[in-house]
């Protein structure tokens, strides 16, 4: 199976950065897509961004111009930029990978969540 371990969350003032991670790891042939999902107390989660193997991104329109996402095939990892941060991005924001597996079918994967708490 596939491990997923993020690190980076934590508290910020507003207008502060803070830079996730998200490493993967164990036994896949490819990670299709790697992305970042939010979910905030009594909402749904969403999508923040998602990266596919070729590099296409995607962007909610709430963290366009502030967030930016990348990744290293080398490392397995992706990466979530977020600067400009508002109150309103606080939330768990949980890591999720598209998996092939070794035996050729394709797994969402998820980490546990970081959290992410914007605030005075």
């Known amino acids: 199976q596939v491990q997923l371990v993020e690190s980076g969350g934590g508290l910020v003032q507003p207008g502060g950065s803070l830079r996730l991670s998200c490493a993967a790891s164990?036994?896949?042939?490819?990670?299709?897509?790697m992305g970042w999902y939010r979910q905030a107390p009594g909402k749904q989660r969403e999508l923040v961004a998602a990266?596919?193997?070729?590099?296409?991104?995607n962007y909610a329109d709430s963290v366009k111009g502030r967030f930016t996402i990348s990744r290293d095939n080398a490392k397995n990892t992706v990466y979530l930029q977020m600067n400009s941060l508002k109150p309103e991005d606080t939330a768990v924001y949980y890591c999720?990978?598209?998996?092939?597996?070794?035996?050729?079918?394709?797994?969402?994967?998820w980490g546990q969540g970081t959290q992410v708490t914007v605030s005075s």
């Open positions: 990266i596919s193997s070729g590099g296409s991104t």
């Open positions: 164990g036994s896949f042939f490819i990670i299709n897509v």
């Open positions: 999720n990978a598209v998996v092939v597996t070794t035996s050729l079918s394709t797994v969402d994967y």
